[in-house]
T-cell receptor
Framework: GNSVTQMEGPVTLSEEAFLTINCTYTATGYPSLFWYVQYPGEGLQLLLKATKADDKGSNKGFEATYRKETTSFHLEKGSVQVSDSAVYFCALIKLLGNQFYFGTGTSLTVIP | DTGVSQDPRHKITKRGQNVTFRCDPISEHNRLYWYRQTLGQGPEFLTYFQNEAQLEKSRLLSDRFSAERPKGSFSTLEIQRTEQGDSAMYLC??????????????FGEGSRLTVL
C-alpha cells in the first residue's frame, strides 16, 4: 500500500536554528512527493514538491530532496523564523493518481 | 478572492441530525476532492470528482455520507444521522487536470463539525 511516515512533534526551535523534519514513504511505482504547510487559522498550502528521484524542491528557504534509495523526502531549512511556526505535512501522490496520502503532520514552533 | 471557499466554517449539531457542507472550488479547476482531518492526524481522502462525475470513494465514506457536484462547479457533502465520531474538519480541495498538471491541490480553510 501507499503511506507516509513523518517525525512526530511538536518541535520547538529558537529563531535562526536549523530545521529538519523527517519523512519516509511507502509506495508502489513512482510517486510525486510534496510538503504542505498549514499556518494557524489557514488551509493547507503547497510548500514544495518533487516529481522524480533526485529532484530537489525548494521554496521560502525550505528544501527537500527526493531520495528513492532511502524512500525519504526530509524537509530542511537552514535558519528558521518565527513566521515559520506552522504544521507541516508530507504527502505523496502516485503518478497520474488522484489520491493523496498525507503524513500525520509535524507542529513547529519557533521562539524568538 | 479566487481561492477554494467552504461554508460553513464551523457547524455544531446534535447526534442524529443531518448536516451539509458546501465547497466552491477555484473556477477553472475541474477536479474536486473531499478530505477529513481529525486532531493530530493528516487529511484522509474521502472522495473525488472530475467535473460532475464522482470517480473515487474511500471506504471511509459510509452510506451516511453523500457527496454531489451537480453542475461540475460547487460540491456538497452531506452527512446523515451524525455520530460523535463524525466530529472532524472536512477539507475541500481542487486542482486542474490540464497540461502541466503536477498534482498540486489547492485547499479551502475547512469546515469544522462538532457533534454533541
Amino acid at each position: 500500500g501507499n503511506s507516509v511516515t513523518q517525525m512526530e512533534g511538536p518541535v520547538t526551535l529558537s529563531e535562526e536554528a536549523f530545521l529538519t523534519i523527517n519523512c519516509t514513504y511507502t509506495a508502489t511505482g513512482y510517486p510525486s512527493l510534496f510538503w504542505y504547510v498549514q499556518y494557524p487559522g489557514e488551509g493547507l498550502q503547497l510548500l514544495l514538491k518533487a516529481t522524480k528521484a533526485d529532484d530537489k524542491g525548494s521554496n521560502k528557504g525550505f528544501e527537500a530532496t527526493y531520495r528513492k534509495e532511502t524512500t525519504s523526502f526530509h524537509l530542511e531549512k537552514g535558519s528558521v523564523q518565527v513566521s515559520d511556526s506552522a504544521v507541516y505535512f508530507c504527502a505523496l501522490i502516485k503518478l497520474l493518481g488522484n489520491q493523496f496520502y498525507f503524513g500525520t503532520g509535524t507542529s513547529l514552533t519557533v521562539i524568538p | 478572492d479566487t481561492g477554494v471557499s467552504q461554508d460553513p466554517r464551523h457547524k455544531i449539531t446534535k447526534r442524529g441530525q443531518n448536516v451539509t457542507f458546501r465547497c466552491d472550488p477555484i473556477s477553472e479547476h475541474n477536479r474536486l476532492y473531499w478530505y477529513r482531518q481529525t486532531l493530530g492526524q493528516g487529511p484522509e481522502f474521502l472522495t473525488y470528482f472530475q467535473n460532475e462525475a464522482q470517480l473515487e470513494k474511500s471506504r471511509l465514506l459510509s452510506d451516511r455520507f453523500s457527496a454531489e457536484r451537480p453542475k461540475g462547479s460547487f460540491s456538497t457533502l452531506e452527512i446523515q444521522r451524525t455520530e460523535q465520531g463524525d466530529s472532524a474538519m472536512y477539507l475541500c480541495a481542487s486542482s486542474s487536470s490540464g497540461g502541466g498538471y503536477t498534482g498540486e491541490l489547492f485547499f479551502g480553510e475547512g469546515s469544522r463539525l462538532t457533534v454533541l
